[in-house]
């Protein structure tokens, strides 16, 4: 069975910092990219990060020198360290991967492999 299965996320206070990791399983090829999105309460989902394999990472202005994305050694795996958290970062945090990269990497609609999401929650 094709999926991408996230872990990590919790709570945190403002200020502090969680780890997310997301791994693909069942699927018999690589994605050309992998990435986080995140959906608040009543908002629209919006993009954090993407990174292309093997290139660069691009991210959301609002995440920029807090959160870093990361390749791991496993195929279809990534992970995100977020630090200098801020409660407005609070949402449900999705994996989303592509293969080929869409250009408009920061919208959802050009993703069509997600996983189910993971609550990051952080309190002021």
């Known amino acids: 069975q094709e999926q991408l299965v996230e872990s990590g996320g919790g709570s945190a206070q403002a200020g502090g910092s969680l780890r997310l990791s997301c791994a693909g399983s069942?699927?018999?090829?690589?994605?050309?990219?992998m990435g986080w999105f995140r959906q608040a309460p009543g908002k629209e989902r919006e993009g954090v990060v993407v990174?292309?394999?093997?290139?660069?990472?691009y991210y959301a202005d609002s995440v920029k020198g807090r959160f870093t994305i990361s390749q791991d050694n496993a195929e279809n795996t990534v992970s995100l360290q977020m630090n200098s958290l801020k409660p407005e970062d609070t949402a449900m945090y999705y994996c989303?991967?592509?293969?080929?990269?869409?250009?408009?990497?920061?919208?959802?609609?050009?993703?069509?492999?997600w996983g189910q999401g993971t609550q990051v929650t952080v309190s002021s």
């Open positions: 990174i292309y394999l093997g290139g660069s990472p």
């Open positions: 069942g699927y018999t090829y690589i994605f050309d990219c």
């Open positions: 989303a991967a592509a293969a080929p990269c869409p250009v408009d990497w920061y919208s959802p609609r050009a993703y069509n492999t």
